[in-house]
Nanobody, 121 residues
Framework: VQLQASGGGLVQAGGSLRLSCAAA????????MGWFRQAPGKERVIVAA??????STYYAESVKGRFTISRDRNTVYLQMNSLKPEDTATYYC?????????????????WGQGTQVTVSS
């Protein structure tokens, strides 16, 4: 599974961005998917995740009520609203090992290349 993330950019605090993650192979539609982020000097952490059907989702506490994860066939989206400077990071999409999602990096087998999100104050 090859994943291509896009949609990052520079936005002012309070603004919105929508990230997309397109999978090159159909098998990704059977996998749980996740979005992670990594700020400079920090570990890569889970932001949001979704199961194969879209019926179950997970959000990190720091983004609850502001971010929404969704999926459509082989594409997963992360709608980010009310962005804050602390959301600045490189965002990565990943495909899980199973149809459900996990919250640890070890639960994911395939990774996209990352897209930079910068939120200015």
């Amino acid at each position: 599974v090859q994943l291509q993330a896009s949609g990052g950019g520079l936005v002012q605090a309070g603004g919105s961005l929508r990230l997309s993650c397109a999978a090159a192979r159909r098998t990704s539609s059977n996998n749980g998917m996740g979005w992670f982020r990594q700020a400079p000097g920090k570990e890569r952490v889970i932001v949001a995740a979704i199961n194969w059907s879209g019926s179950s989702t997970y959000y990190a506490e720091s983004v609850k009520g502001r971010f929404t994860i969704s999926r459509d066939r082989n594409t997963v989206y992360l709608q980010m609203n009310s962005l804050k400077p602390e959301d600045t990071a490189t965002y990565y999409c990943a495909a899980a090992l199973r149809s459900t999602y996990g919250v640890q990096r070890e639960d994911y087998r395939y990774w996209g290349q990352g897209t930079q999100v910068t939120v200015s104050s």
